[in-house]
């Protein structure tokens, strides 16, 4: 796995960029995440992203947009406002997560 | 005695019943299965009805047939499941209790939950072909269709079969060639991926196969609603795909009883363990087929695999032992790709299809994700063994684990 170096710290990355381990991220890292991919980071982005990384420590897997919109009542017109285009890479991207598993 | 519970007489549900049933003693084991109606369908069959190949007739056998005469079928809608209690409660009142409960009720499609979807243009201009009745629908509308704009459409993953949407928009560039008129479709596969496919090597073989056939790719959409009025699907990133006529793959979701219970996630899929296929949340229940939420197709060639690992492990299970057999995602399909060919895939959590032979390396006598005429005849052929061999839970010869011998795997470094 690649490392690379964010906000001053080495994180572990995967070849997208995606950092790969859980506790190499703090909320410092996850702005400068954001401003790499051009997200302006709000009280309502934080919210969100708060959400994908208790529900990954909950569920051991990054959640999908049905999931964040169900279990963490943003919804998703909303998430595509917050997160444009890509909220799903996105939001994973910010917050330090895998990139969401594409289903089989 | 005790009493293993089956929720579910499909697929999954009458493979681990059969198979159960073989390996245990009937003094010690009472196995029950419970469904709503006694129509068991093959529903890869709902791909070919609406061209006319299979005749409803074909795809339909009785339940109770399937099974093997000592397993009792119960008829009724469950109600609930009560997890603490082990017990199964019917809509009608009864009450069933289990030792070991088996959910094994699948997943539907759910066009009631995309906005529109179910509006004025619902069996008019907006069809599916996930259900008997959609694909019986479609097959109508489709003898008379003048052509024009037919979109494919998949909401969102995961859903049965995911190569289905594909070989149904390669079915439907046959059809209109086979009927003189494919000038007069123009056809577009719009998709929640951004490629043909989940994963890339076969999603560059799909694609390549959708440029050749002149079938457009939208992808990266996540629809938002289906506008009756502009005939149009759209986005959440306010996309527009107008359709004259649309084939859509709706939501797919498991059983409203088991969100009822408790026991779902956020599409009412039951978290598994993704190797046995335990429920998380109760040592007792188990989930097979597509009703679990394992990160693998959910496809009848899964469960089959599935179920012969999991055989092994549930008679570990009864005997209060670790279960040492871990069931890796096999999983493999045929993908008709239209004039007679298809092409063959086999994959499982670890690899991506990969070009090569199957089963035997080097031999075959199938090629994976290359479209040939045997394929195509291995396609046709499945629906016998479907009747005659896999749900009776007769042994096929296939290994349920996958082998990377015979693939391609220098195109990739496996993801472990």
């Known amino acids: 796995m690649p490392t690379t170096t964010i906000n001053g710290h080495d994180v572990t990355v995967d070849d997208e960029g995606f950092m790969t381990v859980y506790d190499e991220w703090d909320e410092d890292t996850g702005k400068a995440l954001a401003e790499a991919i051009g997200v302006d980071m709000t009280d309502e982005h934080w919210q969100v992203i708060r959400f994908l990384r208790n529900d990954f420590k909950d569920q051991g897997a990054t959640p999908t947009i049905r999931r964040v919109s169900t279990a963490g009542g943003v919804d998703t017109k909303k998430l595509f406002q917050l997160f444009p285009k890509k909220p799903a890479k996105k939001m994973a991207y910010i917050a330090g997560l895998p990139k969401p598993a594409g289903c089989v | ?416």
């Open chain 2, 1 to 416: 005695m005790k009493k293993l519970l089956i929720l579910g007489g499909g697929t999954a549900g009458t493979i681990a019943a059969n198979k159960l049933r073989r390996k245990l003693s009937a003094t010690d084991w009472e196995i029950t299965v419970v469904d709503a109606d006694d129509n068991h369908r093959y529903q890869p069959g709902y791909l070919f009805l609406p061209f006319g190949t299979y005749k409803p007739s074909q795809i339909t056998k009785s339940r109770r047939k399937n099974l093997t005469k000592d397993v009792p079928l119960v008829y009724g809608e469950i109600d609930r499941v009560e997890a603490d209690e082990n017990a199964v409660l019917l809509t009608d009142g009864r009450r069933l209790d289990y030792d070991v409960l088996i959910i094994a009720s699948g997943v539907t499609p759910r066009p009631d939950q995309t906005d529109g979807m179910t509006g004025d243009q619902w069996g008019d201009s907006v069809h599916e072909f996930y259900t008997y009745e959609g694909s019986v629908a479609l097959a109508k509308k489709l003898e008379t269709w003048p052509g024009g704009r037919l979109v494919i459409n998949i909401v969102e993953m995961p859903i049965k079969c995911p190569v289905a949407p594909l070989e149904f928009a390669f079915l439907a560039d046959s059809f209109f060639k086979d009927k003189g008129m494919r000038d007069k479709v123009e056809m577009t596969y719009v998709t929640p991926l951004p490629g043909a496919f989940t994963k890339p090597i076969a999603a560059q073989a799909f694609g390549n196969t959708l440029e050749e056939k002149g079938i457009a790719v939208e992808p990266d959409f996540m629809l938002m609603e289906v506008d009756n009025e502009k005939k149009a699907l759209v986005s959440y990133d306010e996309r527009e795909v107008p359709f004259d006529l649309l084939v859509t793959i709706p939501l797919n979701m498991g059983a409203d009883y088991v969100a009822r219970s408790g026991l779902g996630n956020e599409i009412n899929l039951v978290p598994v363990d993704k190797f046995t296929q335990q429920a998380k949340a109760h040592a007792n229940i188990f989930a097979l087929g597509d009703a679990n939420d394992i990160p693998a197709s959910k496809a009848g060639s899964v469960a089959h695999f599935e179920i012969d690992i999991f055989v092994e492990n549930f008679l570990e299970y009864i005997q209060g032992k670790e279960m040492t057999h871990r069931f890796d995602g096999h999983a493999n399909c045929f993908i008709e790709t239209g004039g007679k060919k298809a092409m063959l895939i086999d994959f499982n959590y670890d690899w991506e299809p990969l070009p090569g032979k199957y089963p035997v390396a080097g031999i075959g006598p199938m090629s994976l994700l290359k479209q040939t005429h045997l394929n195509h005849i291995g396609k046709l052929a499945f629906r016998w063994m479907y009747w005659n061999m896999l749900i009776p839970g007769r042994p096929m010869g296939l290994p349920p684990l996958m082998s990377t011998s015979g693939k391609r795997t220098d195109l990739v470094t496996a993801e472990k």
